[in-house]
């Protein structure tokens, strides 16, 4: 166990001990390896879902969310053991984290509103009928009058 | 370990030590990545708004199904498979040179940010050819005229939309001018000898027609035009970490190799350089998810 001699700054007090093995990397690699197979094999699933005569939108929609927080755990396991922020002292952790938590209302208010759009575009209140796909856009009464 | 012993009632703020214990470099390179993550974050969610906003997008199933080299073939994610694992791997050989850097082992550290640097060159590499690949690519879709023309995929032509029925692609087929039916008749005949294209000049519109129709031609509508521009703007903003990433790479094994880190009596370069390489395979994650998995 070789201990940390590097002198970074004399304003530094503490350094995290670094361990003599890689055996934490390689299982960092392997994990991050499987859950992208995971995600692989869920796109697959998708993709075959959708060559179908009747696609499950809710199934497909059910893989969609878990390939999306398969993503959020690689990204938890590459911030945390390669980027090393998990061996970092608490606040300085925070000091990333609690910032990144606006992520968590840009994502939702931002979809919500682009859902909203499509809403408003399939009535008879739409700014701009979209008349591509007519036999996409399900038909609805202008019930709104 | 603490490598000194701190004091109780130690006032962290006044001056003189890091409140958090770590260098100033190190410090602002995490409050750099942040604010890129919000960066890349505020793209993404602006594609997702723009994507949920209308009725259909463009399956990445059907545009991106191709493989170097495997000429017509439909592989299905098989290529960006290929790419998010070398990005994965040059990861773990970065991470690997920081841990050749704790230990002051600078053949390691050399070992290492080379093979760093050649994923990187391996991912830019990939993307080449897949944005070569999409540029050049040829898809019939139905122009806003009613006619059907040959589109690649740019930032101002999507032919991914819906697909025609196969009414429709007769009806836009009477209405195609002769040159874009000998285009488009063309396209069938992939690896066909060179002499064709005259040949299906000198055909009457009604006979090449029927030779697309009995070909069996797959035409789309044409989707929404965000989609290129987000695609080659986010891919093309990513792949721009990328190159940078390898630049700064090779500037840090260079300075390695010459020893200035051993002068320096640390290789804290090499981490803060890995914190931005794993940044950039961080952002692929999402990259990879928002535009190829769902």
């Not at chain 2, 390489?277 to 769902?294: E, K, N, R, S, T």
């Amino acid at each position: 166990m070789s201990n940390q001699h590097q002198v970074i700054s004399p304003e530094i007090s503490f350094a995290p001990e670094h361990s003599g093995d890689t055996k934490r990397i390689w299982r960092t690699f392997w994990l991050l390896s499987v859950v992208t197979i995971i995600e692989l094999a869920i796109g697959l699933a998708i993709y075959n879902i959708h060559k179908g005569a009747n696609p499950n939108e809710t199934l497909v929609l059910a893989f969609k969310g878990m390939v999306c927080i398969l993503s959020l755990a690689k990204a938890y396991y590459i911030v945390s053991i390669f980027m090393h922020l998990g061996d970092e002292i608490r606040n300085m952790i925070m000091t990333i984290v609690v910032p990144l938590s606006l992520f968590i209302w840009f994502v939702i208010a931002f979809l919500w509103d682009g859902n909203a759009w499509r809403n408003l575009r399939n009535t008879d209140a739409g700014s701009k009928p979209n008349t591509e796909q007519v036999q996409h856009a399900p038909v609805k009464e202008g019930t709104s009058h | 370990m603490s490598t000194t012993a701190i004091p109780s009632g130690t006032k962290w703020w006044n001056g003189g030590r890091s409140p958090f214990n770590v260098s100033y470099g190190k410090v602002m390179m995490w409050y750099f990545l942040m604010s890129d993550a919000f960066t890349f974050g505020a793209f993404l969610i602006s594609y997702g708004t723009i994507r949920f906003s209308v009725n259909h997008w463009a399956d990445p199933n059907h545009v991106f199904n191709s493989f170097p080299f495997a000429g017509h073939a439909n592989l299905p994610l098989a290529f960006v498979s290929l790419m998010t694992f070398i990005l994965i791997f040059s990861s773990v050989t970065m991470v690997l040179a920081v841990h050749e850097g704790h230990h002051m082992n600078r053949k390691g550290v050399e070992k290492y940010m080379f093979l760093t640097i050649l994923g990187g060159l391996a991912f830019l590499g990939c993307q080449a050819w897949e944005w070569t690949h999409l540029l050049t690519g040829e898809h019939v879709a139905l122009m806003s005229d009613g006619s059907l023309s040959i589109l690649p995929t740019t930032v101002k032509a999507n032919p991914w939309g819906a697909d025609l029925s196969h009414a429709e692609m007769l009806s836009a087929l009477q209405v195609t001018p002769h040159e874009q039916l000998v285009a488009i008749a063309n396209t069938l005949h992939h690896g066909a000898e060179s002499g064709a294209h005259h040949e299906l000049a000198a055909l009457s519109n009604q006979d090449l027609i029927n030779q697309i129709t009995t070909a069996g031609l797959h035409a789309t509508h044409q989707g929404p035009i965000a989609f290129g521009g987000y695609f080659f703007g986010i891919t093309g903003f990513h792949g721009f970490h990328v190159f940078s990433g390898v630049v700064i790479n090779i500037i840090m094994y260079i300075k390695t190799k010459l020893g200035h880190f051993d002068q320096r009596g640390h290789y804290e370069m090499i981490e803060k350089t890995g914190l931005y390489w794993h940044f950039v395979d961080l952002v692929w994650v999402f990259v990879f998810l928002c535009f190829y998995l769902i």
